[in-house]
Nanobody
Framework: VQLQASGGGSVQAGGSLRLSCSASGGTFRRLTTGWFRQAPGKEREFVAAFKWTDASPYHADSVKGRFSISRDNTKNTVFLQMNNLKPEDTAVYYC???????????????????WGQGTLVTVSS
């Protein structure tokens, strides 16, 4: 499975961005898809995931109410709508996918089998 992330950019605090991640080479509808981010000098951090088995979204506490993950199985694409962005959201955002994730493993980067190349989001104050 190949993942291609896009949609990053530079915005001011309070602004919005929508990230996209297109998948190819696999059965997308049977993959759990997630978003992680990594700021300079920090570990990769879970942002959100969409579990295919129950079609449910999961969001990290730090982004709840501001970010929303969704997916379009007809287009093999997962989205991350980011509203009310803050400077601390600045990071490289990565999309990921995996076939056998349970709810408790969603925040763990090692649970995912496939990764996209990352897209940079910069939020200025």
């Amino acid at each position: 499975v190949q993942l291609q992330a896009s949609g990053g950019g530079s915005v001011q605090a309070g602004g919005s961005l929508r990230l996209s991640c297109s998948a190819s080479g696999g059965t997308f509808r049977r993959l759990t898809t997630g978003w992680f981010r990594q700021a300079p000098g920090k570990e990769r951090e879970f942002v959100a995931a969409f579990k295919w088995t129950d079609a449910s979204p999961y969001h990290a506490d730090s982004v709840k109410g501001r970010f929303s993950i969704s997916r379009d199985n007809t287009k093999n694409t997962v989205f991350l709508q980011m509203n009310n962005l803050k400077p601390e959201d600045t990071a490289v955002y990565y999309c990921a996918a995996g076939a056998r994730l349970i709810s408790s493993s969603l925040p763990s980067p090692t649970a995912y089998d496939y990764w996209g190349q990352g897209t940079l989001v910069t939020v200025s104050s």
